[in-house]
Every structure is written in C-alpha cells, then in structure tokens.
C-alpha cells in the first residue's frame, strides 16, 4: 500500500496564465482546493509560489492544532498513583 500526502500542491495552466492550488485529500477519489493563487506568467513561479505556501500553509496548521490540543489537556490529571 503506497502512503500519499494529505496535503500537496499543484500547478494548472488557465488559458495564457498558471494557477498553482494547495490541495487537501478527503478521499482516495476526492481532492478539496485549500488555497488558490493565480495570475503567474510561468509555470516554474506557480510551482515556487506553490512549494512556498504549502510549507507556511502546513507551519500553521500545526500550529493551530497545537493550540486547540492544548485547550482540551485537562489540568487536573495526576500522574503519579498512590
């Protein structure tokens, strides 16, 4: 079974402009459009822009779901048994 990312980007070409999109996969089928930018005169632009963006785009995720776990700790626990 081949592991795939969750999160990636791709490059599109839209008439004489590229697009790059930073993609989420729901399913083994089904792919949801995270972020979108486009306008780049070239395709190596929307792929740096893309590469770019996906690593700022997943720095902040994490750090987001870092904040949120540590809401939900309760402050009580104990973790030694007497």
Same mark, same amino acid.
């Given at each position: 079974?081949?592991k795939? @990312? ?20 729901? +399913?083994?089928?089904? +792919?949801?459009v995270? @972020?979108?930018?486009? &306008? ?9 822009? &893309?590469?770019?963006?996906?690593? +700022? ?15 939900? @700790? ?9």
């Amino acid at each position: 079974m081949v592991k795939d @990312k969750k999160y990636d980007f791709r490059v599109k070409q839209d008439n004489a402009c590229w697009a790059a999109e930073i993609v989420r996969k729901v +399913t083994s089928k089904k +792919t949801v459009v995270s @972020k979108r930018q486009n &306008g780049f005169a070239s395709e190596s632009e929307a792929q740096e822009w &893309g590469q770019k963006e996906l690593k +700022t785009f997943l720095q902040s995720l994490q750090e987001r779901n870092q904040h949120r776990s540590r809401q939900h @700790k309760p402050d009580f626990v104990k973790t030694t048994v007497e």
